[in-house]
């Protein structure tokens, strides 16, 4: 019963995907360049710039949930360039199976993709993530953002290729001769920010810092208010939050209108909610030898929390960098030095809010933290004790301070992050462990298969 069942599920399915190839005439839109137009003998392929394949006698769509692939046939002539991926079946015909983007770049309708990690575009890479989902085709030298069902994200047209590690990412296209700097989303494909100037900082849409090529000044979008600011703004420590008047950088302070602020303090972090973490620099009295010269002067060096009045609120002796700015949380990661007798010292890493309050606490070994989407920190932490065949553990926390990892039934060694425009996860081969809203809590940890298990969209 069960093998009738499927039986009938399987030709329900080929039948409904059939109904999507086109009649006689009809065009049918595979991805943003490719289409497929039914001729009286077959079909014929048309590329980005209106260009067509030689006519196949019979294409095939196959869902494989994962990608899509395109089988062809085609009447073979004794001068026949073999194709790869091909399974000769007789004297007549030459079947292959491609993903989409092979078969465009198979057709020269793209001279090349490429994807971080495994590069070769199968079911299996894609399932289990070895293939990254997001990557870059190009064409006659500009470049397009796509994904690994096919899908391009964005318009070929760009100077340069993509980066998966950086969202927004940082490109370049023409227009009417003139070069503009735009950032792209690299989730959705979207131009968060386009601009004749030079983008210097991004931190929003509301908030970023730009040159003007032609007269060499650097304009600042604060809240979306635009003004003329000093140079020294390109060296921002992040911005102050909106409760915050006082811009900072790495050997000062900025007012909202870009004056200085004298002080003797040295910025390490932004201001948020009027808090600000500082270094202070204190040296002894000068002294000097016998024959009058200065000799060396002693230095102590501390870590304050102070307000806008540039007054001190809070001494963090224990701190000996900062490694992050705050967050809109307002947390940051700090760093101390743990030494050990069996080994040289370490540098522990912590998290603290801009009160000086602990919100994750260091350990006696070696820890790393790092924050890999705002509030959801990874921390690499030896096990105990510490000696050279120590293993790393790793945890995912959240801003709350909990450890998400402590809700898997079975511990993984190592959990991936992927995110979309709705939910984050927490991946490892194949399979979503941990699911997460945009403010990091636990929807699910129930492990499911894995994000593009369920049907790609591919005809617009």
Known sequence: MKKIVLLILLIKSFWCFSQDLPKTGDLKVVNSYLSILKTQNGYVFIGPEGEKSEEYKYVSLTNHNLSIHTVLEKAAS?????????????????????????????LHFIDEYNFAGTNELTNENIRTGLTEEYGYASRNGKYALVNNQGNFLTALKYTNDFDHRYNPHLNYYFEKKKLISVLIDQITGKEVLATKDSIVEYWNPNNYLVKNKRKGKYILVYNGKTQLVPKDFKRLIGLPSSESKIFTYNNGFFGKNGQRIESNFIPYSNFY???????????????????????????????????EKLETIKTLPDIKNTISTFNKY???????????????????????DYNGNTIIQT??????????????????????????????RYDFFNQKGENITNALRQRIIYLGFKENTTEKYLVAYGIIYITLDKENNIISSYPKSYLFDSKPKIFE
């Open 78 to 106: 004794k001068n026949q360039t073999p194709i790869k991926n091909k399974n000769v079946r007789d004297n007549n015909s030459i079947h292959g199976e491609y993903h989409i983007l092979d078969l465009m770049k198979e």
């Open 330 to 352: 307002g947390q940051l990661i700090v760093k101390r030095s743990y030494e050990d007798w069996r080994n040289p010292i370490y540098d522990n890493q912590y998290i603290i």
């Open 273 to 307: 909610k009027g808090h600000c973490i500082v270094l202070e620099i204190t040296k002894e009295e000068q002294k000097y030898n016998y024959y009058g010269e200065p000799l060396p002067r002693h230095e102590t060096r501390i870590f304050k929390i102070i307000n």
């Open 363 to 392: 350990s006696k070994v070696e820890t790393k933290i790092h924050e890999i989407s705002e509030g959801l920190y990874l921390v690499e932490d030896a096990t105990y004790p510490p000696v050279k065949e120590r293993a790393m």
